[in-house]
């Protein structure tokens, strides 16, 4: 079974919206809210960049590039983190990677077209 289940993602024009799930299923209750989850994400010769955080009491934090625009959250049942992106942008194109300690996924592709 894989540490990491991803899906969503894909290509859409700007203005368009895409919904990124990531269940983290081996981790224990306990780890997924203790403590911090992280959506990043990058470009070919770009460092990999925090998008957006949700801390273990639920408080949330966002790059200003996203801020508005996207919204994180999670079900502590399903072990699953959400990235709600709305409004995409051109610059919004990259690999997009879910994060607790350390485990991380493999990168979800998303494309948004002019």
């Known amino acids: 079974q894989a540490q990491v289940v991803e899906s969503g993602g894909g290509s859409v024009q700007a203005g368009g919206s895409l919904r990124l799930s990531c269940k983290f299923s081996?981790?224990?209750?306990?780890?997924?809210?203790?403590?911090?989850l992280n959506w990043y994400r990058q470009v070919p010769g770009k460092e990999r960049e925090l998008v957006a955080q949700m801390a273990p009491g639920g408080s949330t934090n966002y790059a200003d590039s996203v801020k508005g625009r996207f919204t994180v959250s999670k079900d502590n049942v399903k072990r699953t983190v959400y990235l709600q992106m709305d409004s995409l942008k051109p610059e919004d194109t990259a690999l997009y990677y879910c994060?607790?300690?350390?485990?991380w996924g493999r990168g979800i592709p998303v494309t948004v077209s002019s």
């Open positions: 081996r981790v224990i209750l306990s780890t997924f809210t203790g403590n911090p």
């Open positions: 994060n607790i300690v350390d485990y």
